[in-house]
């Protein structure tokens, strides 16, 4: 299974872009990044994914390495309420056609007034 | 559409009580699954199922059963609880097209003494 590793924390001023790391070295060419996050002890929240190539949203930016070993997701004008833990998930196969996601400890962000 | 919807959000149980988490969806996703978090954790998955009818163990199945008789509801049962399910459970549904887009409930907080 890919495993992914993220910094355990990570600051932003308030109306800068956060720019959180994410590495999968061992990602498979047909496996996808995920980013979800987590606001206090809400449930996750869906924010974007990826194979190959960047792909934007109305939420944030996800940019992939040409090798794929590795993703940054970018919020581009970090705000308080962007304060949450961010998870980058690889997608992995768990047979019969289903995938699952595996969650984490992830990175959590602090938004900075 | 109110998505994703657990009840209770708080339940206090002593060793060995059994209680059913509930779990309904009103997005006719076919995939339902349950997950657990345990302080400064990431998420691991207890059960999913991909259809009425279909469960499968995720990660962490024992002392949990589930069941899926309609598409819209997922309980999770726990037979006889234990203090080490002390933790936040959460229910989450996705369309089975490929997107990995998971939608989650706000949780249930699960206290065993």
């Known amino acids: 299974d890919a495993k992914t590793t993220q910094p355990p924390s990570m600051d932003c001023a308030e109306g800068r872009a956060a720019n959180l790391p994410c590495n999968h070295s061992?990602?498979?060419?047909?496996?996808?990044v995920y980013w979800y996050r987590q606001i206090h002890s809400q449930g996750p929240q869906y924010i974007i994914h990826?194979?190959?190539n960047n792909e934007t949203n109305e939420m944030a930016s996800l940019i992939i390495t040409e090798d794929r070993k590795s993703s940054t997701l970018i919020l581009p004008h970090a705000t308080l309420r962007d304060t949450a833990v961010y998870y980058c998930?690889?997608?992995?196969?768990?047979?019969?056609?289903?995938?699952?996601?595996?969650f984490g400890k992830g990175t959590k962000l602090s938004v900075i007034p | 559409n109110a998505g994703v919807t657990q009840t209770p959000k708080f339940q206090v149980l002593k060793t060995g009580q059994s209680m059913t988490l509930q779990c309904a969806q009103d997005?006719?996703?076919?995939?339902m699954s349950w997950y657990r978090q345990d302080p400064g954790m990431g998420l691991r998955l207890i059960h999913y199922?991909?259809?009425?009818?279909?469960?499968d163990q995720g990660e962490v199945p024992n002392g949990y059963n589930v069941s899926r008789s309609t598409t819209e509801d997922f309980p999770l049962r726990l037979l006889s609880a234990a203090p080490s399910q002390t933790s936040v459970y959460f229910c989450a549904s996705r369309s089975t097209g490929g997107s990995e887009k998971l939608f989650f409930g706000s949780g249930t907080q699960l206290s065993v003494l």
């Open positions: 061992t990602i498979s060419g047909n496996e996808y």
């Open positions: 199922s991909v259809g009425a009818g279909i469960t």
């Open positions: 997005m006719n996703h076919e995939y």
């Open positions: 998930i690889v997608r992995v196969y768990s047979g019969a056609g289903s995938y699952q996601l595996t």
């Open positions: 990826g194979l190959k």
